[in-house]
């Protein structure tokens, strides 16, 4: 069974630009949520889908977007990038909703703002 | 208000020896508690899930406990290896909603 998949795994870009992050879960899980790690703000949740409906979101701003596609496949959405944007964003998948199950991380996309 | 604090926030050890990190919740109503190992440039790996009726729980040399009472966990790590340096990262659900909640982790350096 494939594991996670996140792309690209690492991407430079400057401020004011905007990036989409990709992630494609287990097959058979349809509750994709989204994470940014920085290191001195440890894992912060970003918004979770589940049957490519948003169900929770953190307290991020709305630059932040996301959206889940019918095969269970994410994208997130930043736009108008600021520094404070460099972060490692990780999704995780699992098969039922939030808290019922195991969350099974990617490898993550390791964003650099300049 | 919901919180997870761990302690330490950096630990050092030599190979061999043990270790415990803590992990205390405020979170209510509580869930289920788990324990993640992230190892540098990679996603967090599941180490231990436990529930609200589960004292203790062991996945080769980790063994978790969980004190429901005290709201209280730890991961204890026996005869530490040079591949258990990492960051563990203590996760607590909330249940209605199932609100995921993070420790900010603690960094393990295990040293020859």
């Known amino acids: 069974k494939a594991g996670v998949t996140q792309t690209p795994r690492y991407l430079i870009k400057t401020r004011g630009q905007q990036v989409t992050l990709s992630c494609s879960p287990i097959s058979g899980h349809r509750s994709v949520s989204w994470y940014q790690q920085t290191p001195g703000q440890g894992l912060q949740f970003l918004f979770e889908?589940?049957?490519?409906?948003?169900?929770n979101k953190g307290n991020f701003p709305g630059r932040f977007s996301g959206r889940q596609f019918s095969n269970s496949r994410s994208e997130m959405n930043v736009s108008t990038l600021e520094l404070g944007d460099s972060a490692l964003y990780l999704c995780?998948?699992?098969?039922?909703?939030?808290?019922?199950?195991?969350?099974?991380f990617g490898a993550g996309s390791r964003l650099t703002v300049l | 208000k919901n919180q997870v604090e761990q302690s330490p926030q950096s630990l050092i050890i030599l190979e061999g020896k043990n270790c415990t990190l803590q992990c205390n919740y405020t979170v209510s109503p509580f869930s289920n508690l788990r324990w993640y190992k992230q190892d540098t440039g990679r996603g967090p790996v599941s180490l231990t899930i436990?529930?609200?009726?589960?004292n203790t729980k062991s996945n080769g040399r980790y063994t978790a406990t969980l004190d429901a009472d005290t709201k209280q966990s730890s991961l204890h790590i026996t005869a530490s290896q040079l591949s258990d340096s990492a960051s563990y990262i203590c996760?607590?659900?909330?249940?209605?909603?199932?609100?995921?909640?993070f420790g900010a982790g603690t960094r393990l350096f295990v040293k020859a």
């Open positions: 995780a998948s699992q098969d039922q909703g939030a808290g019922a199950n195991v969350l099974t």
């Open positions: 889908y589940f049957s490519e409906t948003q169900r």
């Open positions: 436990m529930t609200f009726s589960e």
């Open positions: 996760v607590v659900i909330r249940a209605g909603g199932f609100k995921t909640i």
